[in-house]
C-alpha cells in the first residue's frame, strides 16, 4: 500500500508539474505573441465563409447593357496589349501614352469594364458600375484633342468603395439593402475633385457592410448586396472593410481606387492584397457625404498597385473642406505630386509584434532593404494600451450616421430604421446586427462622447510619441494594421507597402508610421523600399 500510494503521490505531482509547465507555456506563447492563436482562428472563419459557395438573395447584378456593342468590338490585339500595359504602368505613365496618342481613356475604360465583366462573379469586388463611364471618357479624349486636360487624372478609370457618396445614376448604399435605392443628393466632396482632375469613375466596391460595423459577427468583405468578396491572391482573408476596392486595385479591374478607414480598413486589406495605401494624418481629406462610423476618426485614402499613384492621388483629394472642419489642418497644406526621397540620416523602429506565421521574415526583408538604403533599424518593443475606442464608435455611429442620411436626402433618417428594417428582412442580416443594435442604445452623451474622443486622442499620440522619443526614431515600421487602435485614435498617418508573401503566397503588408503630415515622407520611404524588394503580379491574367 505504501509504494502505491508513494507512486500514485508521484503521478499526482507530474500531473500537477505538466499543467504548470503547459500554462507557464500558454503565457510565453501570449506574452510573445499577443492574440496570436486567436487571430489565427479569426483568419480561418473569414478564410472559411468568404470561400463558401453559397446563394446571395439580395446580390445586385452589374448592368453591361450599356457597353454591350463596344464590349463585342472589342479587338483581341488591343486586349493584350492593355494587359501588359495595365499590369506596371503609373498613372504618368498612362497619361503619357493618351498624350502621345497612343491611348485613349475609351479604350482603357473599356478594357477595365472587360476585365470586370470577366472577373467580377468571381471576385464580387463591384456592386455597380457608372452606366455613363464610356461617356465621360469620351467625353475627355475629345477635350484633350481640343488641348485640354483637367489635371493629372485626365480620363483614368478608379473605382469608390461604397460608403463615398456619389451623385446620379449612381447608389450609395454601404452594402446595405435598407440602402438599396439610396442615390445621395451630390458627390462626396473627394469625389467632386477626382471628377475635377479628370478621373472616370468606373463604379463602386464591395464592402464589409456597413464599413464592419454592423455585427460582432461579420466577416470581412461581406455585404448584403455584394455577397463575400474575394481575395484575387488565391483562398486566403481579402481583409476589410474595403475589402471590395483592394480585391479590384489587385486584380486590375481599375487603375486604383479610394477606401476609407475607421482603425484598419484601409490598411488590412491593403496589406491582405499586395497593394499600396495611405491612412492620411486626420484631416487631410475631406469625409464629406461618406457614411460614417466616426467622424472622430473616418478618413478616405487611396488604394493603388505602386507608391507613385499614391502620391498623385493624395495631391489630388487632399484640401480644405469648409463643411469639414477637421480639414483646416489642409488649408495651407499642399501634397506633392511626387513623393520625397529619404532624408537621411533617418532612424527607423521596427516594432517586435507579429501576428502570424511569415510576418517576421517578410519584416526582415524590409528592415534588409531600409539598411540597404542606409536607414538604421533599431528594434523596438510593442506599445501596449488601453484605449476604449468601441464606445466612441458606437456613439459616432448613432450620431453621425443620421446627419449624414439626413444631408443627403435618403428616405430613412437614423439608426433605428435602419435595424427596424432589418428585423423586418432577416436575409438583409446574415450575420446579425448586434454593433447597430449597442450603438444605437449606447449611453455615452455628447460632453462624454467629446472627452472620451479627447483623451484617446492624446493617449494614442503619448505611446507613438512616447516610443518614437525613447529610441529616437523618426518612423515606425510595423506588421500590417497591428498599430491601428493607436494610428486610428492618433490621427497619425499610415502607409502600407507590400512586404512579401508566405509559403501559401497569402502577401504580407509592412506599415510605416510617423508623425502628422510626415504623409509624403512615408510614401517616399514606402517606395524606396519596394525598389529593393520584388513583388509578385496578380494572379489573374
Do not use: C
Request: no cysteine.
Amino acid at each position: 500500500m505504501t509504494r502505491g500510494l508513494q507512486l500514485f503521490s508521484a503521478l499526482v505531482f507530474l500531473a500537477l508539474g505538466l499543467v504548470v509547465w503547459w500554462v507557464m507555456s500558454q503565457a510565453a506563447e501570449k506574452r510573445l505573441n499577443p492574440n496570436k492563436r486567436d487571430w489565427e482562428s479569426f483568419v480561418a472563419r473569414q478564410v472559411a465563409e468568404q470561400t463558401a459557395e453559397r446563394p446571395y438573395p439580395l446580390r445586385r447584378a452589374l448592368d453591361f447593357t450599356p457597353f454591350e456593342a463596344e464590349l463585342a468590338g472589342l479587338e483581341p490585339s488591343l486586349l493584350e496589349r492593355l494587359e501588359t500595359l495595365t499590369q506596371q504602368a503609373t498613372i504618368p505613365e498612362l497619361q503619357a501614352e493618351m498624350q502621345a496618342g497612343r491611348l485613349t481613356s475609351e479604350a482603357l475604360t473599356l478594357f477595365y469594364l472587360w476585365r470586370i465583366r470577366r472577373y467580377n462573379d468571381q471576385l464580387r469586388a463591384y456592386l455597380e458600375l457608372n452606366p455613363a463611364a464610356l461617356e465621360e471618357a469620351r467625353r475627355l479624349d475629345q477635350e484633350r484633342r481640343q488641348g485640354k486636360v483637367r489635371g493629372p487624372l485626365h480620363g483614368i478609370p478608379l473605382s469608390l468603395k461604397d460608403n463615398i457618396s456619389t451623385q446620379g445614376p449612381l447608389h450609395t448604399t454601404a452594402g446595405a439593402a435598407v440602402l438599396a435605392q439610396h442615390i445621395a443628393d451630390q458627390d462626396a466632396f473627394l469625389v467632386q475633385k477626382l471628377r475635377a482632375a479628370g478621373a472616370v469613375i468606373l463604379g463602386k466596391n464591395n464592402l464589409s457592410e456597413w464599413a464592419n460595423f454592423m455585427t460582432s459577427q461579420s466577416v470581412n468583405g461581406y455585404s448584403t448586396l455584394g455577397g463575400h468578396t474575394r481575395n484575387p491572391y488565391g483562398p486566403f482573408d481579402v481583409g476589410g472593410s474595403s475589402s471590395g476596392t483592394a480585391s479590384a486595385v489587385a486584380a486590375n479591374l481599375a487603375v486604383a481606387g479610394i477606401g476609407t478607414e475607421t482603425s484598419g480598413s484601409l490598411i488590412y486589406p491593403a496589406a491582405q492584397n499586395s497593394l499600396f495605401t495611405l491612412k492620411p494624418t486626420l484631416g487631410l481629406v475631406s469625409r464629406d457625404r461618406i457614411i460614417p462610423i466616426t467622424a472622430a476618426q473616418d478618413t478616405a485614402g487611396p488604394m493603388t498597385k505602386n507608391a507613385t499613384d499614391l502620391a498623385l492621388l493624395m495631391s489630388v483629394i487632399t484640401g480644405l473642406d469648409p463643411t469639414d472642419a477637421a480639414t483646416r489642418i489642409a488649408e495651407h497644406f499642399t501634397f506633392p505630386p511626387v513623393a520625397p526621397r529619404p532624408v537621411l540620416p533617418l532612424r527607423v523602429g521596427w516594432v517586435q509584434h507579429t501576428q502570424r506565421k511569415g510576418d517576421a521574415e517578410a519584416l526582415a526583408q524590409v528592415a534588409q532593404a531600409l539598411v540597404g538604403l542606409g536607414v538604421e533599424v533599431v528594434e523596438v518593443p510593442f506599445p501596449e494600451s488601453s484605449i476604449e475606442m468601441m464606445p466612441v464608435l458606437h456613439a459616432g455611429m448613432r450620431q453621425d450616421l443620421a446627419r449624414y442620411l439626413q444631408t443627403t436626402g435618403a428616405a430613412i433618417q437614423g439608426l433605428q430604421e435602419v435595424i427596424e428594417y432589418n428585423r423586418q428582412h432577416p436575409e438583409a442580416m446574415l450575420y446579425g446586427q448586434d454593433l447597430l443594435e449597442t450603438s444605437l442604445a449606447h449611453p455615452l452623451s455628447e460632453a462624454e462622447y467629446q472627452a472620451l474622443v479627447a483623451k484617446n486622442r492624446q493617449q494614442g499620440r503619448e505611446r507613438l510619441l512616447g516610443l518614437m522619443q525613447a529610441y529616437r526614431v523618426e518612423v515606425l515600421l510595423t506588421v500590417s494594421n497591428s498599430l491601428s487602435v493607436l494610428t486610428s485614435t492618433s490621427g497619425f498617418p499610415v502607409v502600407n507597402l507590400p512586404a512579401g508573401y508566405r509559403e501559401s503566397g497569402e502577401p504580407v503588408g509592412a506599415s510605416l508610421v510617423s508623425k502628422p503630415l510626415q504623409d509624403a515622407a512615408l510614401i517616399g520611404l514606402a517606395q524606396a523600399i519596394s525598389e529593393q524588394l520584388k513583388r509578385k503580379p496578380p494572379l489573374l491574367p
